[in-house]
């Protein structure tokens, strides 16, 4: 399995930027398939995510109505269209696949289990 990441970048307060994750190597339907996000010195976060196939999605309060997660399930691809970007939205972003495990959910919390999968990471930058 692999997930690859890309379409981070640099933009300025108030800019939009869409990341996409590629998906390779499985067969099955993912029980949660999302993005997590890490900044220097902070803790890291679920961003948005889709369970079950896409019957539901999951949003981290802070980026509700500026983030919008999506899929294409022909091209097994996941976006996550980022709007509205702040600077607090600055940080190096993660896609994260689970074909076993459910995640551990928490009202907009939501965090990974031992048998998740993760992209290398693409960096976003608000200024």
């Known amino acids: 399995v692999q997930l690859v990441e890309s379409g981070g970048g640099s933009v300025q307060d108030g800019g939009s930027l869409r990341l996409s994750c590629q998906a390779s190597g499985y067969t099955h339907t993912t029980n949660y398939i999302g993005w997590f996000r890490q900044a220097p010195g902070k803790e890291r976060e679920g961003v948005a995510a889709?369970?079950?196939?896409?019957?539901?999605?999951l949003y981290a309060d802070s980026v509700k109505g500026r983030f919008t997660i999506s899929q294409d399930k022909a091209a097994r691809t996941v976006y996550l269209q980022m709007d509205d970007l702040k600077p607090e939205d600055t940080a190096m972003y993660y896609c994260?696949?689970?074909?076993?495990?459910?995640?551990?959910?928490?009202?907009?919390?939501?965090?990974?289990?031992?048998?998740?999968?993760w992209g290398q990471g693409t960096q976003v930058t608000v200024s």
């Open positions: 994260a696949a689970d074909w076993v495990g459910w995640w551990n959910v928490d009202g907009s919390r939501f965090e990974t289990t031992g048998t998740t999968r």
């Open positions: 889709l369970y079950r196939g896409g019957e539901g999605t």
